[in-house]
């Protein structure tokens, strides 16, 4: 199978920047889309940032400007650079993967979320 491994979340002041990380590893033929979604308590989650294969990205409103995807399709993993942060943006931030692995089969994968805490 295949696990998505995140890295970077933590605390952070109002302003300050964050780098998520995310490593595909397993059994993997292609990785198609990958992504950061985000939940917050009490809320759904939400996409946050998406990239294709060929590095096309597109992100939720409320981080345009502050936030960049990008992908290293060598190493399967995606990133997430988040600046200027702000309260509004605490929640688990998950990341996801669009996989076809070894034998065909296609299907989305999640890791394991990590916390990102936006306070003074």
């Known amino acids: 199978q295949v696990q998505l491994v995140e890295s970077g979340g933590g605390l952070v002041r109002p302003g ?3 780098r998520l ?11 198609y889309d990958m992504g950061w979604y985000r939940q917050a308590p009490g809320k759904q ?3 946050v940032a998406g990239i ?3 590095g096309s990205t597109n992100y939720t409103d409320s981080v345009k400007g502050r936030f960049t995807i990008s ?4 190493k399967n993993t995606v990133n997430l650079l988040m600046n200027s ?4 943006d605490t929640a688990v931030y998950y990341c996801n ?13 999640w890791g394991q979320g990590t916390q990102v805490t936006v306070s003074s």
Do not use: W
């Open 85 to 88: 942060l702000e309260p509004k």
């Open 97 to 109: 993967a669009d996989v076809r692995i070894m034998d065909m089969r296609r299907r989305a994968y």
């Open 45 to 47: 989650r939400e996409l």
């Open 16 to 18: 300050g920047s964050l």
């Open 71 to 74: 992908r290293d399709n060598a």
């Open 52 to 54: 294709t294969h060929s």
């Open 21 to 31: 990380s995310c490593a595909a590893s397993g059994s993997i033929f292609s990785i």
